[in-house]
Every structure is written in C-alpha cells, then in structure tokens.
C-alpha cells in the first residue's frame, strides 16, 4: 500500500506482486486519485478509481542485510472518471462539458524498496498515467511512499 501526491490532490494505491523470477513480477493494483480542479474560481472536484495490471523489472538490488532495490514497469489501466460528483451543474450555474465516464490507458512506474526485515519494507512509488479518453487531462502523475508486505 502507497499513499501521496497527485495532480491537485492525494492518490493511493493497493498492489499485489506476483514474482515470476528474482529480477521480474507482475503488478496487479487498484489506483484512486481524489482532486480538485481549480477552474475560473470555482473548485471542480473529481475522482479517479483504476485497475492497472503491469510487468516490472528489477534494475538494480544491492546485496546486504538491509537490502535496496529500483524497479521499473508499466502497464494498462482501466478505470473510471466521476467528475463533479456526477453533476454537470457547478453551484454558480455554470455548465461543464466534461463528463464521468469509464476511462483507459497505460503507465510507467519506477520503485524504490528498503527492506526493513524478511516480510516488509518501505517503498517510494512514482507512477505517470496516460488516459487516452479523460475529459481531465491525458497525463496524471502519483507520487507516494508505502509499506510492503510479503505474503510468502
């Protein structure tokens, strides 16, 4: 689990690893993002929730008691956009174009883990979103620290 930044709010997300080797794994996590979009003086709210299923690839891993390593992944995502709790009405009378819909796309993700001991370690998470079809923007960017918890 990660929690952080992302663009104009906070964003976690909640991962599982299925390791195919010791230097690969496949990642299968589920990503909210909750924001507000400043627009003409009036606060847009808007919700992410994703499915991102993706491969990543161990670059580097020091070998020692507390080890430390960098991954590297992407993927696709697959989620939904709920812009303006699902009204198209601001509370001036205003009208939006953009509308909450189902959304998909890909990321690129980059991890750093410090192993504290053999079933957790601390993670920093950096995860750019292309959303081919958001009303929002394409590009949506996470950046957090976590836990991780090693089942087996």
């Known amino acids: 689990m990660s929690g952080g930044y992302v663009e104009d709010g906070f964003g976690g997300y909640i991962n599982y690893n299925h390791h195919l080797d010791r230097r690969s794994h496949l990642q299968f996590g589920v990503f909210v993002g909750i924001s507000n979009d400043k627009s003409l003086g009036e606060d847009i709210p808007y919700n992410i929730f994703t499915f991102n299923p ?6 580097i891993s020091s070998n020692g008691r ?9 993927g ?4 939904y956009e709920i812009i303006n709790n699902g009204s198209n009405e601001l509370p001036s009378g205003a ?14 993700g980059l991890e750093v883990e410090y192993g504290i001991n053999e079933n957790f370690s601390l993670t920093l998470k950096a995860v750019e979103q292309y959303q081919a079809n958001s009303d929002i923007g394409q590009f949506y960017p996470f950046a957090g620290a976590g836990l991780r918890y090693y089942l087996f």
């Open 95 to 108: 009208i939006i174009d953009a509308k909450s819909q189902l959304i998909y796309g890909a990321f690129a």
């Open 66 to 74: 507390k080890p430390i390593t960098l991954n590297i992944g992407g």
């Open 54 to 59: 993706g491969y990543f690839r161990k670059l």
């Open 76 to 79: 696709a995502i697959v989620g």
